[in-house]
């Protein structure tokens, strides 16, 4: 009988570090969907949608640049994606092929280290991860700079045009894809996305169109 896979206590580290992030990531992608699907009902209810859409994405914007600061910005006092990302990079033969076949869960996905190893195929790509740390910065740096006009453009400060959230959108994308990527190496169990599954019908019985929209809202009298 061969003898057991034995985990070093790096990749023992490593995985403690994933299993801290995840439920942090769900939760901005969860959160991401709710900002939508709220954005929905409002455009429901003409009357007050430049007062709720105002509001709704400058905390929006503030809540989702923070996560994605506290996972994508490195700092030495937190545990963040970014982080793990770099002790991988500095201890690339802790996380070899032999360690991804004693954990994962299909046989015939073995194979499937090979597009994350080195030249010698045994060990994980350190050059591989420094360029998905890059692409993580850029993506944040997107953000940033699509959040800073955003909020001029809601304040009526300069930008004249409104811009889009694709940034947002792309970054989280992102993050979610190298975050499914990296955790297949350390557990092997085919995780596909950490986006919230769709439920058809979650906004029925939400959105009530007024007969009349120009009849007056005493409860906004102050915002009008």
């Known amino acids: 009988m061969a003898e057991k896979f034995k985990m070093s206590p790096k990749v023992a580290k490593w995985r403690e570090w994933m299993e801290a992030i995840e439920p942090e990531i769900r939760l901005l992608l969860r959160d991401a969907r709710v900002f939508w699907e709220i954005r929905i009902i409002i455009h429901g209810h003409r009357r007050t949608q430049d007062f709720h859409y105002g509001y709704l994405e400058r905390s929006y914007l503030e809540h989702a640049l923070a996560g994605l600061r506290r996972q994508l910005t490195p700092d030495r006092e937190r545990i963040s994606f970014v982080g793990v990302l770099d002790d991988i990079a500095k201890n690339p033969d802790a996380l070899s092929g032999s360690y991804f076949a004693s954990v994962c869960s299909d046989p015939n996905a073995v194979g499937e280290f090979s597009s994350c190893a080195d030249v010698n195929g045994m060990h994980v790509c350190a050059q591989m991860i420094t360029e998905d740390q890059k692409q993580l910065a ?87």
Do not use: N, W
């Open 138 to 224: 850029l993506a944040l740096s997107a953000c940033e700079k699509f959040a800073d006009e955003r909020l001029a453009y809601l304040m009526k400060h300069k930008v004249k045009t409104a811009p889009t959230f694709e940034e947002f959108k792309a970054c989280f994308k992102l993050l979610d894809k190298t975050y499914v990527k990296y955790h297949a190496l350390f557990y092997g169990d085919g995780l596909k996305t950490l986006q919230p599954p769709r439920q058809a019908g979650t906004l029925k019985g939400l959105i009530h169109i007024a007969d009349d929209f120009d009849a007056e809202l005493p409860e906004f009298k102050e915002y009008m």
